[in-house]
């Protein structure tokens, strides 16, 4: 895969393609993947890192101002690939069942750290459950993977870093004035994302629609709307308001909307995208429920071939993974990636938002380095 997206990628004559049927030849045109030794041993390491949010972060069923987050490293032949496993509440997840779990792994076992379906599937084996540190062993071994055949992974996709989409920006659920102080750093953003689910839904929309009068919302209840007809209502209410889509109004059952529905609690692993044809419009891909970017790339596929709208999302993470989801979204409808924005101690600098669009850049990898 990484061998044809690289060859690929430079533009070659007829002659050089002649030359380079020699043995030879052929491993000075492809220097980094043939270059790659197979006789390593994957070393893993990490640390609990308690995330620190900017804001109190409130949603529908709580609120916090920490994420328990793990940080992980795979290292090979010297390299080092970076990963994370970010750990809100509802997931069910904690830095002690990440930490049993990533001392369960023996990754030593694997000498080619390019047999990523080996690793993987084992990974995904050791253990039920345990989705976001499946996903920071997937992010940390994209990252090294990327780092030995020197390319970022948008581009050993084929995407194109011009098509990324714009990113939204969230907005909690507040007091009045702090929403407005909200909507104020929200200002270079070009979509809005606002939580709801308790009494000041309308109150938080209308504030918004004043302030940023051409901004398009979308909204996201984290299941909050218990009431059938209230959810209707508000879907109605919401139209008018400026809103294109809203995420998981309630507890996985469906109803006959008015604006798109997209699936994220309810959403986890590849096989729900089949059941969720025909109920969902689209789905929320977020690493840390699709184990990584090997699945979550494999979703985008699925769900665009089923012709269903696909959103990237986040959890309060640290720009290592949000930058890892970056990579996937020159192919999505939706992008919800400020999970490093909400954070006050960062480890890494990735991808950015320039006048609201994601913007990629060329390290190898992720795309990301580390700050200290
Ligand atoms: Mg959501």
Same mark, same amino acid.
């Given at each position: 895969m990484g061998l044809t997206a690289i060859a690929a990628a430079s533009p070659v004559s007829i002659e050089a393609v002649e030359k380079v049927t020699s043995k030879k030849r052929r491993r000075h045109a492809v220097p980094h993947v043939n270059q790659v +030794?197979?006789?390593g041993k994957l070393k893993l390491s990490f640390f609990p890192y308690e995330l620190k949010l900017r804001h109190a972060f409130n949603l529908a069923r709580y609120s916090r101002t920490t994420t328990p987050d793990v940080q992980v490293t795979l290292e090979y032949e010297g390299i080092k690939g970076y990963g994370e496993a970010s750990m809100p509440p509802y997931l069910g997840e904690s830095v002690e069942s990440v930490t049993a779990f990533l001392n369960k792994l023996?990754?030593?076992?694997?000498?080619? +750290?390019?047999c990523i379906e080996d690793i993987l599937s084992y990974v995904d084996s050791v253990d039920e459950n345990n989705r976001a540190a499946k996903a920071s062993i997937d992010i940390a071994l994209h990252d090294l993977l990327g780092k030995i055949m020197g390319q970022p992974w948008y581009k050993i996709w084929g995407y194109n870093p011009e098509k990324t989409p714009v990113t939204s920006f969230t907005i909690g659920i507040d007091t009045p004035e702090v929403v407005r102080q909200k909507v104020e750093e929200a200002r270079p953003y070009k979509l809005i994302k606002a939580k709801m689910g308790l009494d000041q839904d309308q109150a938080t929309i209308n504030i918004i629609n004043e302030m940023m009068p051409d901004v398009p919302i979308c909204v996201d209840c984290n299941q909050g709307w218990n009431n059938k007809e209230y959810a209707l209502e508000m879907c109605h209410w919401l139209k008018e308001h400026n809103c294109i889509f809203v995420e998981q109004p309630f507890d996985k059952t469906w109803i006959d909307e008015p604006l798109p529905i997209i699936a994220d609690e309810a959403f986890q692993r590849l096989p729900d995208i089949v059941r969720f044809k025909g109920v969902y419009d689209g789905i929320n891909i977020k690493l840390m429920k699709s184990t990584g970017l090997y699945e979550a790339h494999k979703m985008v596929t699925l769900a665009r071939a089923l012709d269903m709208k696909v959103m990237i999302g986040c959890m309060t993470e640290t720009s290592c993974a949000v930058t890892a989801a970056a990579n996937l979204s020159p192919v999505v409808d939706y992008a919800d990636l400020d999970g490093n924005l909400l954070i006050a101690n960062d480890r890494f600098t990735g991808m950015t938002v320039e006048n609201g669009k994601i913007t990629l850049h060329d390290r190898p990898g992720l795309g990301i380095k580390l700050l200290k």
């Open positions: +030794p197979k006789t023996d990754l030593e076992q694997f000498k080619d +750290p390019f």
